[in-house]
């Protein structure tokens, strides 16, 4: 039950810093759709990510896991499914400048949308659970 809950706090969190780095993610009703949108990506994250892996193996194997993103993007697609009032219409970042490094902006829109979602979230949650190990 803690490792669920740690799942789901994580995710909606995760949800919410990628709604803030860029825009595109809508929650209709604020903090009550991104709630509900958090237990149905812990959801599909734990029940139906594994079943599209699965099916997906054949095509991860040849693409050395870089498909692993296109099934992020299939759970992340039946959450805006689920939940009313969570839509993804586009991925726009902005584009980030400092000193050291230069993130260029990026316009991503359908499938591709759902892809730089999936890989923002993934590299949110993978830090957030090396953090809080």
Same mark, same amino acid.
């Given at each position: 039950m803690r490792k669920i809950?740690?799942?789901y706090v994580l995710d909606t969190f995760a949800l919410y810093l990628a709604s803030q780095l860029t825009s595109g993610m809508i929650f209709e009703n604020g903090y009550q759709t991104l709630l509900l949108a958090g237990v149905a990506l812990t959801i599909t994250t734990m029940l139906a990510k +594994?079943?599209?892996n699965i099916l997906l193996l054949p095509i991860n194997l040849i693409t050395f896991?870089?498909?692993k993103w296109v099934s992020s993007?299939?759970?992340?697609y039946l959450?805006?499914?689920v939940v009313?009032?969570?839509k993804i219409i586009q991925f726009l970042f902005a584009g980030l400048t400092t000193k050291y490094f230069d993130? +260029?902006?990026i316009s991503l829109e359908g499938i591709l949308a759902y892809i730089g979602f999936s890989f923002l979230l993934s590299l949110i949650t993978?830090?957030?659970?090396?953090?809080f190990r």
């Open positions: 809950i740690r799942h +594994p079943i599209i896991g870089l498909f993007a299939i759970a992340l959450v805006t499914l009313p009032g969570f993130f +260029p902006a993978s830090l957030l659970f090396w953090i």
